[in-house]
């Protein structure tokens, strides 16, 4: 395979304390990571040649580089030195948003997409992300679309129970004040150990996030049919191009098979959220081949499950180290089942639509693999 994407992680720093991911890092802190052998000796910041990561890179005549952290842009002189040095088909970042404006233009516009994580309104987002940031992360947009910047500009939501998804996303696509290229959400589920009691998950899936995603696809077929645009909510653009192309799916945010992760010390792993995971070391750039990395996939209970070929596993990490038991997981599952009915329902208009012109299956195209976990 060749064209493969690989996650750069510059550090492992962070300088928000968002509520789902710093917060629960401390409550999990003791908690048992089970049979896997941690690297407790990963450095904070990247500390390989990028000399090193340019030979690396070269044996890949197509890759693509995805700036992402912690917080990438408190590595900005690495950012600059990688693009200055190393040949890519694309760089694109995944960040906070909260540093753009200290690119100079002549990078930021050379980015294919930028992954802002934002939650939502600005109520929504400073909830979870701090008060104030909504703000600074909606000018900086601003700032960098007036420098030039014509890229794709991803809205990268991480959902808990204070989401309405469906007035969210509607209100994300229509605020004159931003345009957002495209959206991605993720569910916070299955990543910690010790959340789950202590949350409403399953009352919030089954009222709340489950019916909205009913209404969200009612919605996105609606404005395919009135405005002939298919918006680019990538959940439910990436399933819907299978269902038309009749395709199965591997693990469709692609890691361990077309996307992969460079810790800050070159070791080579399957997503950016195993760095340390030592068991699942593949090789380090120094003396590995990006085209011949071995390929990890999901296992039980995905691998027996009916709709791994649509949903592909969802999340590989989650998979491996079952941080929800069973039961509790299964309520995700029920989440990836309701989508994919959802979408499953909607695919005899959307071909209608295909058929008489309005949209074109063109429409339905996206970068795959490009960051986006596409199962939220
Ligand atoms: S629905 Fe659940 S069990 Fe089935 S493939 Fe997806 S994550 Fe795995
Ligand atoms: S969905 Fe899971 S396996 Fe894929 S990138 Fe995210 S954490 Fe990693």
Same mark, same amino acid.
């Given at each position: 395979?060749?064209?493969?994407?690989?996650?750069?992680?510059?550090?492992? *720093?962070?300088?928000?304390?968002?509520?789902?991911?710093?917060?629960?890092?401390?409550?999990?802190?003791?908690?048992?990571?089970?049979?896997?052998?941690?690297?407790?000796?990963?450095?904070?910041?990247?500390?390989?040649?990028?000399?090193?990561?340019?030979?690396?890179?070269?044996?890949?005549?197509? #890759?693509?580089?995805?700036?992402?952290?912690?917080?990438?842009?408190?590595?900005?002189?690495?950012?600059?030195?990688?693009?200055?040095?190393?040949?890519?088909?694309?760089? *694109?970042?995944?960040?906070?948003?909260?540093?753009?404006?200290?690119?100079?233009?002549?990078?930021?516009?050379?980015?294919?997409?930028?992954?802002?994580?934002?939650?939502?309104?600005?109520?929504?987002?400073?909830?979870?992300?701090?008060?104030?940031?909504?703000?600074?992360?909606?000018?900086?947009?601003?700032?960098?679309?007036?420098?030039?910047?014509?890229?794709?500009?991803?809205?990268?939501?991480?959902?808990?129970?204070?989401?309405?998804?469906?007035?969210?996303?509607?209100?994300?696509? *229509?605020? #004159?004040?931003?345009?957002?290229?495209?959206?991605?959400?993720?569910?916070?589920?299955?990543?910690?150990?010790?959340?789950? #009691?202590?949350?409403?998950?399953?009352?919030?899936?089954?009222?709340?996030?489950?019916?909205?995603?009913?209404?969200?696809?009612?919605?996105?077929?609606?404005?395919?049919?009135?405005?002939?645009?298919?918006?680019?909510?990538?959940?439910?653009?990436?399933?819907?191009?299978?269902?038309?192309?009749?395709?199965?799916?591997?693990?469709?945010?692609?890691?361990?098979?077309?996307?992969?992760?460079?810790?800050?010390?070159?070791?080579?792993?399957?997503?950016?959220?195993?760095?340390?995971?030592?068991?699942?070391?593949?090789?380090?750039?120094?003396?590995?081949? #990006?085209?011949?990395?071995?390929?990890?996939?999901?296992?039980?209970?995905?691998?027996?499950?009916?709709?791994?070929?649509?949903?592909?596993?969802?999340?590989?990490?989650?998979?491996?180290?079952?941080?929800?038991?069973?039961?509790?997981?299964?309520?995700?599952?029920?989440?990836?089942?309701?989508?994919?009915?959802?979408?499953?329902?909607?695919?005899?208009?959307?071909?209608?639509?295909?058929?008489?012109?309005?949209?074109?299956?063109?429409?339905?195209?996206?970068?795959?693999?490009?960051?986006?976990?596409?199962?939220?």
């Amino acid at each position: 395979m060749s064209g493969l994407l690989f996650h750069l992680l510059l550090t492992t *720093n962070c300088d928000l304390k968002c509520r789902y991911c710093y917060g629960k890092s401390c409550d999990d802190m003791d908690a048992d990571f089970g049979d896997f052998t941690v690297d407790y000796g990963v450095p904070p910041e990247i500390n390989y040649d990028i000399n090193v990561l340019k030979q690396f890179m070269r044996k890949d005549p197509q #890759p693509v580089l995805i700036f992402y952290g912690g917080e990438p842009m408190l590595c900005i002189d690495k950012i600059r030195q990688i693009m200055d040095t190393v040949s890519a088909r694309q760089f *694109n970042i995944q960040t906070n948003g909260l540093h753009l404006h200290q690119l100079e233009p002549e990078y930021v516009n050379r980015f294919t997409s930028i992954f802002v994580s934002l939650d939502g309104d600005q109520k929504l987002t400073d909830y979870y992300r701090g008060n104030g940031i909504y703000k600074k992360v909606t000018d900086n947009l601003n700032l960098i679309r007036k420098n030039g910047y014509t890229g794709e500009i991803i809205a990268r939501m991480t959902l808990m129970e204070q989401t309405d998804i469906y007035p969210q996303i509607r209100w994300l696509l *229509n605020n #004159p004040d931003h345009s957002f290229s495209s959206i991605h959400w993720q569910l916070d589920a299955g990543f910690w150990k010790t959340d789950f #009691p202590k949350r409403q998950f399953k009352q919030w899936v089954e009222h709340s996030y489950n019916p909205q995603i009913q209404q969200l696809v009612q919605y996105w077929v609606d404005q395919m049919e009135t405005s002939g645009k298919v918006l680019k909510l990538y959940p439910l653009l990436a399933v819907m191009q299978s269902l038309l192309l009749n395709e199965q799916s591997k693990l469709r945010c692609g890691s361990g098979w077309a996307n992969y992760s460079i810790q800050t010390n070159g070791t080579i792993i399957p997503c950016p959220a195993m760095s340390g995971m030592k068991d699942y070391y593949l090789g380090h750039i120094q003396d590995a081949h #990006p085209l011949q990395l071995k390929q990890v996939f999901v296992d039980q209970p995905c691998s027996s499950c009916t709709i791994l070929g649509e949903c592909g596993g969802r999340c590989l990490y989650a998979n491996i180290t079952k941080q929800w038991t069973l039961e509790q997981y299964g309520l995700v599952c029920k989440t990836v089942q309701n989508m994919v009915e959802s979408l499953k329902s909607a695919l005899p208009t959307v071909n209608a639509l295909i058929e008489n012109k309005t949209i074109s299956l063109s429409d339905f195209w996206h970068l795959k693999y490009n960051s986006c976990e596409v199962i939220p």
